[in-house]
């Protein structure tokens, strides 16, 4: 059994789907980020960047194994199962470089557009979200490239795929459009008609909000500074 500590998100999705599609037991344990479960000293034991996801695996020898960072849980957990990962010595090479472009490039770059057009403070922000949306954009059109003549990113389907795809699915809400990218598009609608995708998307769909953060909320999502960090996991230690 798996524990996946988890809230419904890009980076929580790629790990979800992934125990989907492997077909392995796992049991949810949610990290509500909008009010500070990231800063529990117990969670920070086992994800010190206040980060979700992370995994606690118990079907191993010995003492459990935790995990954390999205990429290197989708790794682990292809080294434990022997799927989503070519078996061939240059095939792990390009996996493991596309999964380093999502983790580096296409996630962050969509997680700050997301972040100005969907929570931050309209006034003074043109910049922002103008530099952001573009490197958005590029980051599409470098996956459009890649995946000229190919089904999915380094031809089988591989934990590339399950990394990158959860941050394209959102792309109108980074007010974008996949019309000039066919090949994304194709790809985009080859990984949702998957019914372990789906699955995965659908976990812990309860726990969504349909409101804008509260003031409270917004300051524990985006106001994070080490000392703020430090005096929550305090408080939690209590």
């Known amino acids: 059994m798996i524990d996946l500590y988890y809230w419904p998100t890009p980076n929580g999705w790629k790990i979800s789907i992934m125990l989907e599609e492997c077909g392995i037991k796992y049991n949810i344990i949610p990290v509500n980020i909008g009010q500070g479960d990231q800063f529990k000293s117990a969670f920070l034991n086992i994800s010190p960047n206040n980060r979700m996801p992370a995994i606690v695996d118990h079907d191993v020898n010995g003492e459990p194994v935790s995990v954390f960072e999205s990429g290197a849980i989708l790794f682990y957990l292809a ?33 700050q557009i997301s972040h100005f057009v969907n929570y931050a ?4 922000n043109k910049y922002s979200r103008v530099r952001y949306a573009n490197e958005y954009n590029r ?20 934990i ?7 941050w394209i699915m959102l792309y109108k809400k980074f007010l974008q459009t996949l019309d000039n990218f066919p090949n994304v598009a194709q790809w985009h609608d080859t990984m949702r008609s998957r019914p372990q995708v789906r699955a995965g998307v659908d976990v812990g769909k309860e726990f969504r909000r349909q409101t804008s953060p509260s003031e409270a909320e917004r300051k524990i999502l985006f106001g ?10 305090a408080k939690s230690a209590d």
């Open 160 to 166: 590339a795929d399950i990394a990158s795809w959860p």
């Open 79 to 111: 080294e434990k199962t022997g799927r989503f990962m070519p078996a061939d010595s240059l095939g792990r090479k390009e996996t493991l470089e596309w999964l380093f472009w999502q983790v580096g490039g296409l996630g962050p770059m969509a997680g």
């Open 139 to 158: 980051c599409i059109g470098v996956l459009e490239r890649r995946l000229e003549g190919r089904k999915f990113i380094v031809g089988e389907y591989s």
């Open 121 to 124: 403070p309209q006034d003074g």
């Open 224 to 233: 994070q500074t080490a000392a703020s960090i430090a005096t929550m996991a």
